[in-house]
């Protein structure tokens, strides 16, 4: 790590900062807040972060809907959250200060791309009139930069073309950020020199303008004076800064290793889950198998076939491709065979909001298959947490013989944060025997194989694998006879494996730890939540309790079967609230199964909550009880 040398003689410590990059989608502004974030990983702060893209693969350059952002929150403490709101905006056209000044705190500072504000571009993001001079930046630090000239100016000498060089000045503006916070240098200039080592002109226009930002805000009086968010004390272990994507796919091979089984993926392209696809695809040494299949039906039956073959069965999409893979989950849960269908989600329905995040799948995920066709849904809550719910999902799976949905979505798939590094050693082993002899003897003595002869204590069957001698056997979507497995259309054992497969569900509760109740126990208000609202959740509730005033919260992994005590703790409470992104989906369920007053909370604006939403939700809940 670069010592921090404050040639400035003035250095001040602040505890966190929160800087939201914004541009145009060619302006690089995620791969900005990503070395930054990188950077600031190596220093040892703690992070969260929102990546933030247009919704349109090729918006028009230079307007609002064509805005990419990435916002960080560093600190010197434990955090959850992105920040409610930045207090730095590096703005680099007048398209990004339109679309993400009101996010802004008041009295934050704007660094501008002055060179960007001419008559054509201001135009493009739809100004009447100049932002720098009808009193729109009124109340806040507003600092203008040529960053553009100034990037042309320090690749010049390298030969580099002005027109080249303009690519550059989001490097311009890293290296000027990273003087303001006394960001170590060295490791992302080691990443330039890695990154572009193929085509040398544009590493030394890189560098360059890295490096005349960095200088610039050594030079200039502007800035004052520089910060330092000092290193958080983090329990001690090997830290990577991870995104939910990239934890999710560990998890899955950590799954496979766990179960000792292979893998295999059977995915199509789908924002924001192609990650996934595209991690698993590194790892063949671990016996992992991906395909890229034709279409998301294709993808589902692959990976179901998979299963029934002996693997781990995967697939992965977001919302759409769920509805399609709707017949291939049924099948899967008619054979009961351990399948995983993991939904990133996004906004909907249709194409939606494809590079937004929210969490409105949960009805589909409960309901959106034909028949009587319950499955287990678990759910993950941050982007750690995603690898753990990747192997409590496969766990679950395997050992009750039934698919399972596992739901993530865009903010905890784009997010990042560090993470410490597991034990191996404390990683439960998951696996399951395959079955290799007979397992009924018939009247006159003979034996031979049943595939639905349940297991007494999870009602799961027999998994054989297609050609182990003896074990001949035929599952299918057509409805089988509970033991033999033979087609029988009768009305009751129609019924009869329709109950079975519930209760089958039904059981995997009793596995479950007990609910935790986290803050007062003896509140009046109850905070419910499940999947990534755990953030925003964690920080107002730390918040309220903070004021003095008394909340509990409940967060939920396992959305069904639901836990066994969540209806006793939640009756304990006058009143639950359900902070969603979405409608107000798990409250009607919830007010269903235990006839609580739970008051949704909701949001569909394709962004996470903020803790101040949550924590003015806390307050009016405890207001109406006054």
Known sequence: MTDIVDRTGETEQIDSIVIRFAGDSGDGMQLTGDRFTSASAVFGNDLSTLPDYPAEIRAPAGTVNGVSSFQVHISDHDITTPGDAPTVLIAMNPAALKA???????????????????????????????????????????????????????????????????????????????????????????????????????????????????????????????????????????????????????????????????????????????????????????????????????????????SFAGHLGITTTSGPGVALKSEATSLAVSLEVPFLLVDIQRGGPSTGLPTKTEAADLNIAMFGRHGEAPLPIVASYSPAHCFFA????????????????????????????????????????ISVPFATEHNHVNADGSTEFWPYLRDPDTLARPWAIPGTPGMMHRVGGIEKQDGTGNINYSPANHEKMVHLRAAKVARIADDYAPTAVHGDADADVCVLGWGSTWAAI???????????????????????????????????????????????????????EYLVDATAVTKVQGMPFTALEIEDAIERAQEELS
């Open 538 to 592: 964690d920080a107002a509730v730390q918040r309220t309790r903070r004021r003095g005033q008394k909340v509990a919260w409940v967060h939920l992994m396992h959305l069904n079967p639901l836990p066994n005590d969540l209806g006793t703790i939640l009756q304990g409470f006058r009143k639950v609230i359900v902070p969603e992104l979405n409608l107000g989906q798990l409250c009607r369920i919830v007010r269903a």
């Open 100 to 306: 993400d000044l009101g996010r802004l705190s008041p009295g934050g500072t704007v660094i501008l791309n002055i060179d960007t504000f001419d008559e054509r571009n201001l135009e493009k993001a739809e100004y009447t009139s100049n932002p720098l001079e009808d009193g729109t930046l009124t109340g806040f630090k507003v600092i203008e930069v040529p960053m553009t000239s100034l990037t042309k100016d320090a690749a010049a000498p390298l030969g580099v073309k002005p027109r080249d060089a303009d690519r550059s000045k989001n490097f311009f503006a890293l290296g000027l950020v990273s003087f303001m916070y006394s960001r170590p240098i060295e490791a992302t200039l080691d990443w330039i020199d890695e990154r572009f080592a193929k085509n040398d002109l544009v590493r030394q226009s890189n560098r360059a303008a890295f490096m005349a930002g960095y200088h610039y805000g050594e030079t200039t009086e502007e800035f004052g004076h520089r910060y330092i968010v000092k290193p958080a004390h983090l329990p001690p272990g090997e830290y990577t800064n991870i995104t939910g994507n990239v934890a999710l796919a560990w998890g899955l091979v950590a799954a496979a290793h766990l179960a000792k089984l292979p893998l295999t993926l059977g995915s199509y392209p789908i924002t924001p889950a192609s990650d996934i696809l595209h991690e698993l695809s590194k790892h063949k040494n671990f016996g992992v198998r991906t395909v890229q299949a034709e279409d998301e039906i294709a993808a589902a039956a692959l990976a179901v076939g998979a």
């Open 390 to 429: 990747a192997i409590e999902a496969a766990r679950i799976a395997l050992k009750y013989r039934t698919p399972v949905i596992l739901l993530s979505d865009g903010y905890l798939a784009n997010g990042s944060e560090p993470w410490k590094l597991p034990d191996v050693d404390t990683l439960p082993d």
